[in-house]
């Protein structure tokens, strides 16, 4: 038995800041193929991958997702949740619908999801490090223009690997009792305490680390939510316009 995995998993960080040194083609290949194995909801594998190399499109994208160094360092990814290609297999009318559902549009935001995650997991297993852009939808009929999307697919994440510059402190997570329940919901029998201990490691984890130190609490972190409920407003919209959600009409 073997804690590569885990040693993996816990010493998980996201990257920003990437060298110059230049991530292969054949370690992009291995990355990509590697993280195909995650599950993939009915086997559909309803996802696709965009690399971006255009520089004024990388540009364009740095600017969406309100991070510089996206236009420049290492490589980018655009992951896709991808219902055309499966659109085009299905044999009635009736299943080419099915596919566009909200049963299958969640289906492949969340095989894009998964993905995503494994893309994480082996970049970091190879020496490298990732970060996963849920910014690329500050913008996202901007993206469908750019990549000139079809029908039936919608940007889900940015993804950018690279070799790092820099090697940020882990962030901490919540203690399994805040999360971790029995046969039913159950908040734990003091909640606060929980909830007081964390923030204290989440405190101390801000003002500890060497890049952008600050005064942060765990009640500051959800002011975020805000930002982007507000940009991904016209998401369902757009998503009706890719072709997704017929059944909101009927
Ligand atoms: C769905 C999703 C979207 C994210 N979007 C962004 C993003 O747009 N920009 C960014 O810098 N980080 C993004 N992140 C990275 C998170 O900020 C990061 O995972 C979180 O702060 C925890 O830090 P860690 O990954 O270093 O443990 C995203 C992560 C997830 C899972």
Not at 79 to 103: G, S, W
Not at 113 to 119: I, R, S
Not at 131 to 156: E, F, R, Y
Not at 188 to 217: C, I, M, V, W
């Amino acid at each position: 038995m073997s804690e590569l995995v885990i040693d993996n998993l816990k010493s998980h960080r996201s990257y920003r800041n990437f060298t110059g040194q230049p991530v292969t083609d054949e370690t992009l290949a291995k990355i990509v193929s590697t993280a195909q194995h995650a599950p993939t909801s009915q086997y559909l594998q309803a996802y696709s991958l965009i690399e971006v190399t255009d520089p004024v499109i990388r540009q364009a994208i740095a600017k969406i997702t309100t991070r510089a160094t996206v236009a420049t360092q290492g490589r980018l990814l655009v992951v896709l949740a991808d219902q055309h290609r499966n659109v085009q297999l299905a044999a009635t009318p009736i299943a080419k619908r099915a596919l566009t559902e909200l049963d299958r549009f969640m289906g492949s935001v969340e095989d894009a999801t998964l993905m995503t995650e494994a893309m994480v997991m082996v970049t970091e297993s190879l020496g490298l490090g990732s970060v996963v852009l849920g910014s690329i939808n500050n913008d996202t009929q901007a993206v469908i223009d750019l990549l000139k999307l079809p029908a039936l697919t919608l940007p889900v994440f940015g993804f950018q690997i690279g070799y790092p510059a820099t090697q940020p402190e882990i962030k901490p997570r919540l203690g399994l009792d805040a999360m971790l329940f029995k046969n039913q919901y159950a908040e734990p029998s003091d909640y606060q305490t929980e909830l007081t201990k964390f923030d204290t490691r989440l405190h101390d984890y801000y003002q500890q680390r060497g890049d952008n130190a600050r005064d942060e609490h765990l009640a500051d972190m959800t002011r975020e939510a805000l930002g982007t409920a507000a940009k991904r407003r016209d998401f369902l919209k757009i998503a009706r316009r890719q072709g997704f959600l017929p059944e909101i009409d009927d």
